[in-house]
């Protein structure tokens, strides 16, 4: 799943990010390289928490949604991938049959959001929870 992050940066200060998708979420890095990938470990955490709380996950909404909000003007953007499947503990193999279409369609629609077939799966099953 890509979450856009809306950066903030000051000459000589470090690099604020915040997630728009889920409220609370920040983060901020010295360089931009690790700003983008310590907001990849807090959206990671943030969702952590949710999930242990019995929370719903945001779904994430773009760039482009976000980016015509007042409040993030003058903000640069970025996304940032998280695997779902990776977050809700530990992770079982399993073996299902599908049609083929069906799979197209998983296929399809994890690719939109940045996610692998696994983490597409598991998001729809924690949304619908």
């Known amino acids: 799943m890509n979450y856009a992050i809306a950066i903030e940066h000051e000459p ?6 915040e997630v728009p998708d889920l409220p609370g979420c920040f983060s901020a890095g ?3 390289d690790e700003a983008i990938s ?5 959206i990671a955490f943030h969702i952590e928490g949710l ?7 945001p779904s994430p909404q773009g760039v482009e949604i976000h980016s015509a909000n007042p409040d993030y003007a003058g ?3 970025a996304l ?9 503990g530990k ?11 069906v799979l197209r369609r998983i296929d399809s ?3 939109k959001n940045g996610e692998t077939r696994s983490g597409f799966i598991a998001r729809i099953a924690l949304e619908s929870a």
């Open 75 to 77: 903000r640069f953007w």
């Open 38 to 42: 310590n907001a990849a470990e807090a």
């Open 12 to 17: 000589g200060k470090a690099y604020g990010v």
């Open 51 to 57: 999930l242990d709380d019995g929370g719903i996950i």
């Open 30 to 32: 010295h360089t931009l």
């Open 80 to 88: 940032v991938s998280v695997d779902l499947a990776t977050l809700s």
């Open 109 to 111: 629609a994890a690719a």
């Open 91 to 101: 992770s079982k193999r399993l073996n299902i049959s599908l049609p083929e279409r």
